[in-house]
């Protein structure tokens, strides 16, 4: 049997991010899932006067995002909202209109910050896009990772603590993905 293929979209472009590592993390907490990791730092800004004719980039981003039965997003917050570069990604595979690649794509927000709040405003700000988009979003557990000492034990590894509580939200995601079944 097939595993669930999730494709995952970080909304740093920092290698070390915190978003990147607990990105990273995902795969260890659910071995039975295919996670690829999309790239967005090589699509141009937004313009629709390209619909007609996407960039490669933007090509492959809506064939990845087709070919996955669900999304996870996992973002920093910038000034209380999404990363830019999250925002060009998602505008990017939602056009032309009629065409969103993000259209019953079951998708999962989280996130890490340094501040207490973690990523409270980006994530309400993401889901209301997605809400627009047609995209159903999984509401309950929230996970707002405050980015502290003790957080992350290495690259990709999260403490047991936090690796629980970020493992009992992927589970309940999953059951969310096959519910939506695209």
């Known amino acids: 049997m097939a595993k669930t293929r999730i494709a995952v979209i970080v909304g740093s472009l920092r290698k070390e991010s915190f978003n990147r590592q607990l990105a990273n993390a995902l795969p260890a907490l659910a071995p039975e899932v295919e996670f690829t990791q999309l790239r967005i730092d090589d699509l141009p800004p937004y313009n629709q006067d390209d619909d007609g004719a996407p960039a490669a980039p933007v090509k492959r981003l809506k064939s990845e995002i087709l070919a996955a039965a669900g999304v996870i997003f996992v973002t920093p917050e910038y000034n209380r909202s999404m990363p830019g570069v999250l925002k060009n990604a998602i505008d990017h595979a939602s056009r032309p209109y009629g065409q969103s690649a993000w259209k019953g794509k079951p998708s999962g927000v989280l996130g890490a910050s340094i501040g207490a709040a973690g990523t409270a405003m980006a994530q309400q700000h993401l889901r209301n896009v997605l809400a627009y988009l047609d995209a159903p979003t999984l509401g309950q557990p929230e996970v707002f990772i405050h980015a502290k000492e003790g957080v992350f034990e290495g690259p990709g590894k999260l403490s ?17 993905v096959k519910r939506h079944g695209t």
Do not use: A, P, R
Request: glycine share 6%; net charge negative; no cysteine.
């Open 160 to 176: 047991e603590s936090t690796s629980k509580f970020v493992q009992g939200w992927l589970q309940t995601y999953l059951e969310f």
